[in-house]
Nanobody
Framework: VQLQASGGGSVQSGGSLRLSCAAS????????MGWFRQAPGKERELVAT????????RYADSVKGRFTISRDNTKNTVYLQMNSLKPEDTAVYYC????????????????????WGQGTQVTVSS
């Protein structure tokens, strides 16, 4: 299983970025997907997660209303649209995947994911 994250960069506060995570080596539609982030000196935390069925999502309180997670099972890709970015969103963002039998379940705990991408840096300046 390989997860390749991309789309990070440097933006000013209030700007937008769209992260992508392309998956290979797995039957993508059978996996719940998540985005996590880790800022310097802090623990890795959940940003968002999405079910196999596309319609169940969960977000960290800090990003609700600003970030949107989505997936395209035909392209084996999960996305994270980030709007109204703030300096506190600065972190390395990781995508993660785990097999799950339920179509409409999500996984919110970091320990629930077996596969991780390499991370992409997002830097938001004030």
């Amino acid at each position: 299983v390989q997860l390749q994250a991309s789309g990070g960069g440097s933006v000013q506060s209030g700007g937008s970025l769209r992260l992508s995570c392309a998956a290979s080596g797995l039957t993508f539609s059978r996996y719940v997907m998540g985005w996590f982030r880790q800022a310097p000196g802090k623990e890795r935390e959940l940003v968002a997660t999405i079910s196999r069925s596309y319609d169940i999502t969960r977000y960290a309180d800090s990003v609700k209303g600003r970030f949107t997670i989505s997936r395209d099972n035909t392209k084996n890709t999960v996305y994270l649209q980030m709007n109204s970015l703030k300096p506190e969103d600065t972190a390395v963002y990781y995508c993660a995947a785990n097999f799950i039998s339920s179509l409409r379940a999500v996984i919110e705990n970091i320990g629930g994911y077996n596969y991780w991408g390499q991370g992409t840096q997002v830097t938001v300046s004030s």
